[in-house]
Each structure stands twice: as C-alpha cells, then as structure tokens.
C-alpha cells in the first residue's frame, strides 16, 4: 500500500559535477525507503534550479519539472517574501521504493495547468464576499463581534483532505474543519446560509476550541505564565502563496505583551497536498532568554493525552470521541527532539488558557521554532476506530 509521505533528498555534488547534470543528465533524486510514496514533496531554492537549468539566462515566472518520459510533475513557484519573484519551487512526485528519477527543469511564462489541491480563503461575509487582504486583527474576543464581519471569523487554509481556521481576533484560536470531499470548498462556507456546524456534503467544523489553544494555536511561556498570542497592539495577515502543491500564510503580531515585556511575533502556516497536517514556523523578536514558545492540543473532554516518539520526532497526541458532535477525533503536535522542551497540563478552569495538553518548544534568536499539527476524522479516516492504525498515521508524519 502506498503511503502518503514527504521525501527528504540528500543530494550531494561538487561544481562541476552539478553544471553536467544540468546540461547534459538532469537532476537526480532517489527515494531509499521500503514504500512506495505518494505526493513526495519537494522543495528548491531558485538558486539551485538556476543552477539547473540549460539556459541560465532564460527568465520566467513558472518552471516546468518534467520526468524523462515527459511526466508533467504539479510545481508551483512561490515568492515567500513579497518582493515580486519567486524564491521557491515546490513540487509533487510519487516514488517507487527505492527508485531513482531524473527530472528536467523548464522555464515558461505560462502557469502550469494543474489542478488546485490547496486553498486559502479569508473572506468578508457581506456581499461581494471579498477576499480580505489589509484588515488589522480585532481586538475583540467575543465571536458575535466577528462572526458578522468575517467569513468562518478569519483565514481558513485546506488541502484535499482536511481544513483549519483562525480566529481573526484576540482569541487567536485555531480549528478544524472535517471534510468528506477532495475538492476546495471554503470560498463558500458559511456564506448564504451555508453554515457549518453540521454535516454537510462536504464535511463540518468538528472541534469546540473554548478558551484553549485549540488545534495548535500559539502562547509564550514565562516561568509559570502563559501569555496567549492574540493580544497585540497590531496584528495583520498576508496570503503567500495558495496552489496545486502547497497554501502558505503569514501572520504577524506587533507588541504582544507578556507581563511587563513586549514582543513581536511572525507565525508563517503551511499545508501541502495530500496531508492531514499543517506546518508551523514561528519567529519571536525581542527575546531575553526565557521564554518559551507554547502550543497545544485542546482537551474539553478529558481524553488523555500519550506521547510517541519516532524518526527523532516527539508527539503528544489525543484520540477519542471528541469531534463537534461527539465522533472519533485523532489530533497530534509534532516536535523535533532538538526543540522539544517539555509536556505538560493546562489548567482546567480559569481566566487564561485552560482545558489544553500543552507542548513547549525552544524559542531561538538566528533560526523559527516549528512544529506540526495533525487531525484524523472517522467520518473520512473511519479506519482511527483501531488506534494502531492511528499511531501508524502519526508514525508516518513524523517520517516526513
């Protein structure tokens, strides 16, 4: 069976070796697992495809990736940080176990046609629908504030399997959407009477978030305080890029304060194709040594946490009936062991951020604190009703 995996490649050369496999050979990549892997995700600096490419001089806003029988492989060109060209290429390929491919690079002025299989939407909920593009978040917690003003109350990112959301306020929660369909549907819910707190054709919002940190939202830790990343003097969103690949946004927050102490925040989201997570990079400036950054899993119906450990990825996960109405819901925060700084328990009432399995990462001055966040639901992963099959699920995130 195949399994739905990110493929890291090593590749190793010298310069002179790299300027043949561009002219003459391509560019190798080699899959050396036992499984064949479905949507290998493949990311590269524009200056290693330059190097790639036969005409160096050639210029383009898109690039072609193409096997050597002439598969068109999904790739998008993504410009991360808005200055109007592109940084980085990502694109899609499936491997066989242990097979090497050679792929081709192409430079063209017209976008490849693939279909989209990632999607961003922050939408107005008054007529025409605009997409939102330079609202300063609210400052508001509650939702009867935000509800009538925001779409889904803030930025959703999907892929062909799952979809999250962000409340675009002070609460700054983060929750899933279950979806029963591979298509983007989030430009139209909760727009026309579309709402989504039952199941429709497509799926449904199947998490009460409360005042925990929800599917993965983002607090600073200080000694024993907690500071949710909400509250700020300015916060503001950007869509980075949304494609056949990957959806990447951007939000930033200006003067979050913790205690007596201010600091500025960037946390940059990810989905790729075919996953059932998203990838978080979190930058905090002004650091004095600390701090750590906090994230976690909300617990409103007392189902333990449990903790695994796999490929060096550290995972606390919840597993029970705890889905909106009651389903099976599978959730998982995934930590490199290098960042990994501990578990542990929020409170289970209070003012602050309550009812969460919590998880602290190392905060750095020179490089992000990452993590992911994953969700398994029974109405389109039915097999989690074995957990086995739901550890194996988490296993194989980790493996990316």
């Given at each position: 069976?195949?399994?739905?995996?990110?493929?890291?490649?090593?590749?190793?050369?010298?310069?002179?070796?790299?300027?043949?496999?561009?002219?003459?050979?391509?560019?190798?990549?080699?899959h050396?697992?036992?499984s064949?892997?479905?949507?290998?995700?493949?990311?590269?600096?524009?200056?290693?495809?330059?190097?790639?490419?036969?005409d160096?001089?050639?210029?383009?806003?898109?690039?072609?990736?193409?096997?050597?029988?002439?598969?068109?492989?999904?790739?998008?060109?993504?410009?991360i940080?808005?200055?109007?060209?592109?940084?980085?290429l990502?694109?899609?390929?499936?491997?066989?176990?242990?097979?090497?491919?050679?792929?081709?690079?192409?430079?063209?002025?017209?976008?490849?046609?693939?279909?989209?299989?990632?999607?961003?939407?922050?939408?107005?909920?008054?007529?025409?629908?605009?997409?939102?593009?330079?609202?300063?978040?609210?400052?508001?917690?509650?939702?009867?504030?935000?509800a009538?003003?925001?779409?889904?109350?803030?930025?959703?990112?999907?892929?062909?399997?799952?979809?999250?959301?962000?409340?675009?306020?002070?609460?700054?929660?983060?929750?899933?959407?279950?979806?029963?369909?591979?298509?983007?549907?989030?430009?139209?819910?909760?727009?026309?009477?579309?709402?989504?707190?039952?199941?429709?054709?497509?799926?449904?919002?199947?998490?009460?978030?409360?005042?925990?940190?929800?599917?993965?939202?983002?607090?600073?830790?200080?000694?024993?305080?907690?500071?949710?990343?909400?509250?700020?003097?300015?916060?503001?969103?950007?869509?980075?890029?949304?494609?056949?690949?990957?959806?990447?946004?951007?939000?930033?927050?200006?003067?979050?304060?913790?205690?007596?102490?201010?600091?500025?925040?960037?946390?940059?989201?990810?989905?790729?194709?075919?996953?059932?997570?998203?990838?978080?990079?979190?930058?905090?400036n002004?650091?004095?040594?600390?701090?750590?950054?906090?994230?976690?899993?909300?617990?409103?119906?007392?189902?333990?946490?449990?903790?695994?450990?796999?490929?060096?990825?550290?995972?606390?996960?919840?597993?029970?009936?705890?889905?909106?109405?009651g389903?099976?819901?599978?959730?998982?925060?995934?930590?490199?062991?290098?960042?990994?700084?501990?578990?542990?328990?929020?409170?289970?009432?209070?003012?602050?951020?309550?009812?969460?399995?919590?998880?602290?990462?190392?905060?750095?001055?020179?490089?992000?604190?990452?993590?992911?966040?994953?969700?398994?639901?029974?109405?389109?992963?039915?097999r989690?009703?074995?957990?086995?099959?739901?550890?194996?699920?988490?296993?194989?995130?980790?493996?990316?």
């Amino acid at each position: 069976m195949k399994k739905n995996l990110l493929l890291y490649i090593l590749c190793i050369v010298v310069s002179a070796a790299l300027q043949s496999c561009a002219r003459n050979n391509g560019y190798s990549i080699t899959h050396p697992g036992n499984s064949d892997v479905i949507d290998s995700v493949i990311v590269l600096t524009h200056s290693f495809v330059n190097s790639q490419l036969e005409d160096t001089a050639s210029s383009g806003p898109y690039i072609l990736v193409k096997t050597e029988t002439g598969e068109l492989l999904p790739s998008q060109c993504d410009d991360i940080d808005g200055d109007g060209n592109w940084d980085e290429l990502a694109f899609l390929c499936d491997m066989g176990a242990g097979e090497n491919k050679r792929l081709y690079f192409e430079v063209t002025d017209t976008p490849p046609p693939f279909p989209i299989r990632t999607n961003i939407r922050f939408g107005r909920m008054e007529k025409p629908f605009e997409e939102v593009t330079g609202d300063l978040r609210m400052k508001t917690n509650d939702t009867k504030f935000t509800a009538p003003v925001y779409q889904m109350e803030g930025p959703a990112w999907e892929n062909d399997r799952i979809a999250f959301r962000n409340y675009y306020d002070a609460r700054n929660g983060i929750d899933i959407f279950g979806k029963t369909t591979g298509e983007m549907v989030m430009d139209s819910v909760g727009v026309n009477g579309r709402e989504y707190h039952t199941l429709a054709d497509w799926g449904m919002d199947i998490l009460k978030v409360g005042n925990s940190l929800g599917a993965g939202a983002i607090a600073i830790g200080i000694g024993d305080s907690l500071y949710r990343i909400g509250p700020c003097e300015e916060g503001k969103y950007r869509l980075i890029s949304e494609g056949p690949v990957r959806a990447i946004l951007e939000l930033t927050y200006k003067n979050v304060p913790a205690g007596d102490r201010l600091y500025q925040v960037v946390h940059q989201i990810t989905i790729y194709a075919g996953g059932t997570s998203y990838w978080s990079k979190v930058w905090v400036n002004d650091l004095q040594g600390d701090e750590e950054l906090v994230t976690g899993i909300v617990n409103l119906h007392n189902i333990p946490a449990d903790t695994l450990v796999h490929s060096k990825i550290h995972m606390m996960y919840s597993l029970g009936n705890q889905g909106y109405s009651g389903e099976l819901l599978g959730m998982g925060l995934l930590v490199q062991d290098d960042q990994l700084k501990r578990f542990w328990e929020a409170p289970l009432s209070g003012s602050g951020i309550i009812n969460t399995h919590l998880v602290s990462i190392s905060l750095y001055n020179d490089k992000p604190s990452e993590y992911r966040f994953m969700a398994a639901w029974e109405n389109n992963e039915p097999r989690i009703k074995d957990k086995e099959y739901f550890l194996q699920l988490l296993r194989e995130e980790a493996g990316k």
